[in-house]
């Protein structure tokens, strides 16, 4: 017979060893929508395609309706051989958890459903809903979170709490927006001996991403702090002497409510106007647009997670506003200023990298914490 402890600790380790890497989130809903099923909890996958699918399950009824959501996603582990254990097998060691997705984010969509499981055993909620919205591709493109948006499961929601690692049990309510957008550039080959003959792909786009970055360094940086304009990936060309007849670059822009994407676009759109005019054949695809999220730092939920997290974190809790991106992108899209939303998860800064971990104690700590949180949110 496992105790709690060990039980916790078997469910969380069972969905590291599902190899959802930017893909198969099916096997992971699959595996939780039969975890509710023996605790006698309503759950539905929803799916979006192929082995991508989404999954909603609920406790409670009526108002009001705390969302909390977690993605079933985890990203590539890279180089095996950097490891110090599998992957996709969760070890101990002197305290840590480790495994692929540990921190972004299995524990915390983990602590999520056990706080669920937990609460349902006690007969509780009495009063109003924990709607669970586990997601289908937020590290590439948010579609799951974006289908939740669509279809709705966020329109009577009247709180979402996002279960992603926010620093050592600090939080969030402000998150800066993504701008992903791909730069096409075309261009006429010949021998490098003769470049006057064609045109060099490459160049206008270098010229336009230096310049575009130098003028975003100009922004001034807003609460959330600056914009980032980020040239991540740059192609062209195959061979040392031939001009490149094409050529094409990634770029990922982090916005703030000061400067937005919508702003973002329109500048790149005058940028590659000037060098299309001047004779370059630049284009432009946008891959992601999320904008930046910003509520209240006092918001409803936010306090009521400083007064019962202080406990488990030995300070007070620190509100700080995130630089990355999470699903409430979508979901907590359109929502007002005071709406009650936080960033509050398990990690301990390793996302994306090898080794990844996390303090056990702290997994154990946050399936407390949700449960206590989920209670006081809809008691007030």
Known sequence: MLSENQEYLKILADLIKIKSVNDHELEVAEYLKDLFQKNDIHSEILPIKGQRANLVAEIGSGAPVLAVSGHMDVVDPGNLA???SDPFTMTEKDGKLFGRGITDMKAG????VIAMIELKKQGLPKKGTIRLLATAGEEVGEEGSAAFYRDHYMEDADGLLIAEPSSTYGTTSEQKGSFDIKFTSKGTSVHSSTPEKGYNALVPLMQLLNEANEYF???PAGEMGPVRFNIDVLNGG?????????ATALINVRTIPEYD???VAKKIETLVRTYNDAGAQISTEIIMNEFPIATSPSNQLVKTIQSIGKEYAGREIVVAASPGITDAS???????NDFPFAVYGPGDGSQHQVNESLPKKM???FIEIYQKLFMEF???
């Open 82 to 84: 950097a490891w110090d």
């Open 109 to 112: 969509l983990a602590a999520l």
């Open 217 to 219: 360094e100009t922004i």
């Open 238 to 246: 195959n061979q040392i002497n031939s001009i490149p007849d094409s």
């Open 261 to 263: 994407n919508d702003q």
């Open 330 to 336: 979508n979901l907590a899209k359109d929502k007002p």
């Open 363 to 365: 997994y154990l700590d």
């Open 378 to 380: 809809l008691e007030k």
